[in-house]
Structures are given as C-alpha cells and as structure tokens.
C-alpha cells in the first residue's frame, strides 16, 4: 500500500515538471505529458498502472466536464449554438458512422456494433489539448468560443454512442426506432436531472450558512451527484453535469461569497490541472501495456488499422468543418446566423485543431472485460484500446505540434474587431472607476459632504482614475508609485512575520491580513497591466 501512495506521487511529481518543462518549450502540455509517459512505460521507470474500466468515467468525467462548464462563456455559447450543435452531435455522429464503416471493411471480424463503439470513443476532439495550445498563439475569440462550446456538448453525444453501441454488442439486438428515441429521452432526461440538481444546490448555497470551505467542498461535490443521478434513471450523465455546471456558472456572483470564488477558482484549476495531467500520462504508460495484450492481431498490423482511423478522422473533420462553413454560407440567405460568410480560414483551423484525449481515452478505458457474468471476453477489447490509444497519439503529436504553426500560416481575421485584451481590460478598469465615482456622487451625496472617510474614498477613486488612465503623472512617476506601492506591500508582510512570532498574536489574524495584502497586491497589478 505505502509502495502504491509513493509511486502516485511520484508520478504528480514527474507531471509537474513535465508541465513546467511545456511551459518553457511554449509546447502544449498535454503533448509532453503524452510522449514523456511513452518513454516512461518503455524504460520502466513506473510500474505498470492498473485501471478500472468501471471508475474510469466516474473518477475523471464529472470534475473535468464541471470545470469545463463553470468557464465556458453562455453568452459565446448561445451565439454560436448552431454552429456548436451541428459539431456536437450531427457531425459525430456522422463521424462515428463513417469510422464504423471503415473500421468494418478493414479488420477482419469487426462487426458493425463494435464499428460504432470505436467511432463513438474516437470521435469527439478535446478541448483541453485545443485550448492549451491556443494560449500560445493568437486566434480570433469566435474560433476559441466553438471549440470550447464544441467539446462540452460532442463529450454527450459521443458517449451515448457508446453506450447504445455496448448495449447492441452485449445484447445482440439493435432497433433504430428504439435507438433513435431512447437517444433523445437520453439527452432530455440527462440535462432536466442535472438542472434539477444545480437548482437543489442554488438553494442550499443560497439559503443554508455555509462557509468557504462548505461553499467548496459542495461544488466538488456537485459533479459527481449530477452525474451519478443522471446514469441511475437512464439519462445522460455527461449533459447533465454540462447543464448544471453551466447554470450554477451563470449564478455563482449570486449565492457564492467573494472568498468562496477566490478560494474555490484555486481549487479547482488545481484538480483540473492534475486530473488532466494523469490522463495525458495514462495515455503514454497505458500503451506498451495494450501492445502485450492485443492477441491475435499482430502490432504492425494494428498499427495499419489505427493510422488509418486516424487519416479518416483527421480527413473528415477538415471536410466537416469546411463542409459547414459551404453550408452557412447557403442557408443565410434565409435565416440569421451569427456569420454569414465564415470563409475557409477559421474553418480549416477549426478542423485541424480536432485532437483527441480525454473523453476518448476515458470511454475507451470504460469497456468492460467481460460481456457477462459467466466470464465471456469483450470481443476486440483490447485491438480497440490500441487503436483509440494510436489516434490520440498521432492527432496529439502532429495537429499538437502543427497547430500553432497552421494558424501564424493562416493568419485568420478577427471578424469581431475585438480589442486586445489589455485594452479590454483597461477599457472595464475605466468604466468601473467611473462609474463608481458617479454612484457615489449620485446615491450618496449627503455623506460626501458630512463623512470624511466617505469623501476620502471618492478622492482616491478620481486619484487612481487619472492615474491609470494617462491622465495625471508621466510614465516615470506612474512606475515609482508601482515601486514603491509593491516594495511596501513587502514591508508590510515582513512586519506581520514579526507580529507572528508573539505568542499572544493570532496566527489565523496574521494569516488573514496576508490574504488581504495578496489581493491588494493583485488589484495594484491589474490595474497598471502588469504579471
């Protein structure tokens, strides 16, 4: 047992500076994690990581997909839900079809069922490998936006896939009609039961006395009852957690305190940043270990069939995305769409950016050894396993490492015209201070003439006002005020460590006065636009 807990973290160890190590090589993270737990499993520096098939959905899916919700933008999401929705489900769907057919024809003894049970694992792309190379390069904010609302509702429909497509190979029986209206009964049941859920959670937040640590402890809870609840009555667990995720997201200014936000946005890029971390590994360490167990099929031979799945995917979303920007195009003469001539530019990007990772590996991970209790093996397991394994190998190396490239190439237009984000952010800085400085005027015209300290703050407000904005102080003044302001901020911390050292002085008061100097010190760094 102690042998097991050193060797995982180790292996947290080995993520973080593998992470670190992407960083400084502006390579994406998921890439390295990938290739470094391919070389890892090779030289046998960890031991072999056995996994669950049955946990592998329950323990990764829910947080990954709650945290993907809680930040995905609902305003970006509702602009470009066509667009969104026809990815998300129309197009892999298709995709799975397409694989189902190839996969048919070329290895023997694949059937249909297990046709479709590939192209449902294979055909949704992921957003974190997507998004983690997206911050190195600079791409127009509506190509961002469908990829992360993409990848929030194709994780759905991909996994419903799978899931008919298990039931049609261990049961025997497959009726479309059936299949087709189970499908939807699927999706609704699975996004009423996670909303239902959010509102249970909306009211206990709101109207219970919780505390920070409650408030997070609750919505890392939240997930997995989303999830679980969903999967009990036969609904989608994935859009449930999408669903709920994305209305406790839209609320969370209302029933979360200032520190439950702070505190729990930590929390939760540090569970996502590991959870992602692990996957990307098991993706490396978890191959040598499919190669020993394929079987009949020979490695080359395998090999064959998972570069060829991947040439059909990569193909066909480029065709897809294309395909869809033709289709737009068409049908804006007769209805409204958010861009009426996506040209080929965003849209090739948007194809070549289809890597696959997370879900995929998950669902793969999640076929069960055996198709019953009287020990009959899951037919072609283990050959599906490497083929999933070799096409999030292949799109993570040559689209990881082609994409930056293909968009600098591409250099696609911003149709938006968006501002930079420092001007953005300097442009909400403005109105905020002016607008605060109205409000006080305005609403609270009495105390500025009789309360000092209320008259101070609206001082200090103009004060920095027209100190951020350009107008008061040259350039050297502005950075010596920034000096000094940081240098005190660091005094200030060096003078609590002495407070701390009395022993009639409160470690938890010391703690919180930190806490206040760190937000003041990040409140200075925004507001004169610096790291």
């Known amino acids: 047992m102690l042998a097991t807990f050193i060797q995982h973290i180790l292996l947290v160890i080995i993520i973080l500076f593998l992470s670190m190590l992407a960083g400084q090589l502006k390579i994406a993270y998921p890439v390295v994690l990938c290739l470094a737990g391919l070389v890892l499993s090779t030289v046998h520096v960890l031991p072999t990581i056995a996994i669950n098939p049955e946990m592998i959905l329950l323990i990764f899916m829910p947080p990954l997909l709650y945290e993907a919700a809680w930040y995905t933008?609902?305003?970006?999401?509702?602009?470009?839900?066509?667009?969104?929705?026809?990815?998300?489900?129309?197009?892999?769907?298709?995709?799975?079809?397409?694989?189902?057919?190839?996969?048919?024809?070329?290895?023997?003894?694949?059937?249909?069922?297990?046709?479709?049970?590939?192209?449902?694992?294979?055909?949704?792309?992921?957003?974190?490998?997507?998004?983690?190379?997206?911050?190195?390069?600079?791409?127009?904010?509506?190509?961002?936006?469908?990829?992360?609302?993409?990848?929030?509702?194709?994780?759905?429909?991909?996994?419903?896939?799978?899931?008919?497509?298990?039931?049609?190979?261990?049961?025997?029986?497959?009726?479309?009609?059936?299949?087709?209206?189970?499908?939807?009964?699927?999706?609704?049941?699975?996004?009423?039961?996670?909303?239902?859920?959010?509102?249970?959670y909306y009211t206990v937040h709101r109207w219970l006395p919780t505390t920070t640590q409650v408030d997070i402890v609750l919505t890392l809870t939240a997930p997995y009852v989303m999830y679980i609840t969903a999967e009990t009555f036969h609904g989608s667990g994935v859009l449930a957690v999408v669903a709920g995720g994305l209305f406790l997201s839209a609320r969370s200014h209302k029933f979360l305190s200032n520190r439950s936000r702070i505190a729990g946005a930590d929390v939760w890029a540090t569970l996502g940043f590991i959870l992602n971390g692990l996957v990307f590994m098991l993706i490396g360490l978890e191959l040598p270990v499919i190669i020993k167990e394929l079987g009949t099929s020979s490695v080359w031979e395998a090999i064959k069939y998972g570069l060829i799945i991947t040439l059909v995917l990569i193909v066909g979303r480029i065709l897809s995305t294309l395909g869809t920007s033709v289709f737009t195009t068409f049908i804006s003469r007769y209805i409204r769409t958010a861009n009426s001539r996506p040209g080929w530019k965003g849209p090739l990007i948007i194809g070549w950016a289809g890597m696959r990772g997370v879900v995929s590996l998950?669902?793969?991970?999640?076929?069960?050894?055996?198709?019953?209790?009287?020990?009959?093996?899951?037919?072609?397991?283990?050959?599906?396993?490497?083929?999933?394994?070799?096409?999030?190998?292949?799109?993570?190396?040559?689209?990881?490492?082609?994409?930056?490239?293909?968009?600098?190439?591409?250099?696609?237009?911003?149709?938006?015209?968006?501002?930079?984000?420092?001007?953005?952010?300097?442009?909400?800085?403005?109105?905020?201070?002016?607008?605060?400085?109205?409000?006080?005027?305005?609403?609270?015209?009495?105390?500025?003439?009789?309360?000092?300290?209320?008259?101070?703050?609206?001082?200090?407000?103009?004060?920095?006002?027209?100190?951020?904005?350009?107008?008061?102080?040259?350039?050297?003044?502005?950075?010596?005020?920034?000096?000094?302001?940081?240098?005190?901020?660091?005094?200030?911390?060096?003078?609590?460590?002495?407070?701390?050292?009395?022993?009639?002085?409160?470690?938890?008061?010391?703690?919180?006065?930190?806490?206040?100097?760190?937000?003041?010190?990040?409140?200075?760094?925004?507001?004169?636009?610096?790291?």
């Open 362 to 531: 998950a669902a793969a991970l999640s076929i069960p050894v055996y198709m019953d209790n009287k020990g009959h093996l899951f037919p072609q397991r283990n050959l599906i396993l490497f083929i999933t394994f070799t096409v999030i190998l292949l799109t993570l190396v040559i689209q990881g490492l082609t994409l930056p490239t293909l968009i600098r190439w591409i250099n696609p237009p911003d149709d938006d015209h968006a501002l930079p984000k420092v001007d953005q952010e300097r442009k909400v800085r403005k109105k905020l201070l002016h607008e605060s400085m109205r409000f006080l005027d305005e609403e609270h015209q009495e105390a500025l003439a009789s309360n000092s300290a209320v008259k101070k703050m609206r001082e200090e407000l103009e004060e920095l006002h027209l100190l951020t904005s350009g107008k008061e102080g040259t350039k050297e003044e502005k950075e010596e005020y920034l000096t000094i302001s940081l240098r005190l901020i660091d005094y200030q911390r060096e003078v609590l460590n002495d407070l701390n050292k009395d022993y009639a002085t409160d470690h938890e008061v010391i703690r919180k006065f930190h806490e206040l100097l760190d937000v003041e010190e990040e409140k200075l760094r925004l507001q004169f636009d610096i790291g």
């Open 73 to 200: 933008s609902w305003k970006d999401l509702w602009r470009w839900r066509r667009v969104i929705l026809s990815f998300a489900f129309l197009i892999v769907i298709m995709t799975a079809g397409v694989v189902a057919l190839v996969s048919t024809a070329i290895i023997p003894g694949f059937t249909l069922a297990l046709g479709f049970l590939l192209g449902g694992i294979v055909s949704p792309p992921d957003a974190v490998s997507a998004t983690s190379i997206l911050k190195y390069v600079k791409v127009p904010k509506a190509i961002a936006s469908i990829l992360e609302g993409e990848s929030l509702m194709n994780d759905a429909s991909s996994l419903i896939v799978v899931r008919f497509a298990l039931l049609a190979i261990t049961t025997g029986q497959f009726v479309f009609s059936q299949a087709a209206v189970s499908f939807v009964i699927v999706i609704v049941m699975g996004v009423l039961i996670g909303l239902l859920i959010a509102l249970v």
